[in-house]
């Protein structure tokens, strides 16, 4: 990988891990477990139109490794690697589909899928169909925080394009 390719996907994985470590520190909106906005995944949304889903890729696990043993636990790790991957797979093959167009939609596929991801292992860990009871929550909270996402990163992608290299 070029020197400066690596340098710009370390940028922007400290750049996420700033983003998730404010949010870490901003009390929750909702009262329900495991609804947050997900800020951080501007950049992979970002990095999924402007490069390619492989530097996403990097960028999305090296965040969700840091930010595991900066602020989180193990356990918090395995819902987050889940959520994450099947949220980036989605909104890659989505992105591929819209042709790179819709970003907002891309992100509220991604954050629905995240929670399915994570609501998934919650179930395959506790072996407890309890956990879909949050179900209703988690797919409308997925859906609009995606929604605000993926119009944040069009934002970014629109004033940044003209000043990255890919």
Do not use: W
């Amino acid at each position: 990988m070029p020197i400066r390719k690596l340098t710009l996907l370390a940028l922007f994985t400290t750049l996420s891990l700033a983003i998730y470590a404010v949010e870490s520190a901003v009390p929750p909106l909702v009262p329900i477990p495991g609804i947050k906005l997900g800020l951080a995944n501007i950049i992979t949304l970002f990095l999924l139109h402007r490069a390619s889903a492989r530097d996403a890729l990097i960028v999305l696990c090296c965040r969700i490794l840091l930010s595991a043993l900066l602020f989180g636990q193990v356990l918090s790790l395995v819902y987050s690697i889940a959520g994450g991957l099947l949220s980036l797979t989605v909104m890659a093959i989505t992105g591929t589909l819209l042709h790179k167009k819709q970003m907002y939609l891309t992100g509220a596929l991604g954050g629905l899928t995240h929670n399915l991801g994570q609501l998934l292992t919650a179930y395959i860990i506790t072996a407890t169909a309890g956990v879909f009871s949050y179900l209703p929550f988690l797919i409308l909270s997925g859906v609009f925080t995606g929604l605000f996402t993926g119009l944040c990163a069009g934002f970014l992608n629109r004033y940044l394009s003209a000043h990255l290299p890919f």
